[in-house]
């Protein structure tokens, strides 16, 4: 499972590939009016809410968010208008609830993820020859799963389980490298308004903030 200290540690790197896009001379002008783009982004996500805390132990997170990766493609259907479906993964680390039930004598092991894919509508608000800011929005479905063993038997996390409506919204960074090649830095905000819900009818919102950058490719 990758920690946010994995992502500390390869910071340096990214780092280096924003101070070397930001000295150099390309033009994207002509870069951002091609009417397809694809790309493919890592990084780490936040969240908030009570959706990751443990029913069953006050004060301790049957999840955290972790590490996320996203991919997408987008087609251009105006100047600054482009419609798009993307595919963003969130490891939901399962440490804290594991460590936990470990403490009190019991063997666990545990995990869980979220798929959450939706289809997106961006409207570009800054342009100029290098540098494109995005702002989108969009509603799909997200995947929940997990498991957990005990005593050497595995069971399916009955309260995360299948196909929910979801919403996202966020902001999109852009900066030629060069063409058709540029760096990207997206912020996503993610809703799953019934992510987490129990067989009782208790129902928790997922709030995720997937932080990632990536390199994006226009045709």
Known sequence: MIK????????????VLIMAASVSSANGTEMWGKKWSAGFYA????????????RYAEGVNRFNTDFSFALDISMKVSRDISIGFQTIYL???TDEWVDYVRSQGD???????????PLTLSHSVFRDNRNLVSILAGMGLAFSSGNESYMGIT??????????FTFVTGVDYNLVLKPPLALSLHGTLVFIPSGIHYADGEEHTIIAMPLVVGARFYF
């Open 107 to 117: 063997g666990l092991w545990a995990d869980a993820e979220c798929w959450v894919t």
């Open 43 to 54: 990084g780490y996500a936040f969240s908030t809410g009570g959706w990751k805390e443990s």
């Open 155 to 164: 069971y399916e996390t009955d309260f995360m389980r299948g196909a929910d």
């Open 4 to 15: 946010i200290l994995d992502f500390v540690k390869i910071s340096p790197t990214l780092l």
């Open 91 to 93: 490891n939901l680390d």
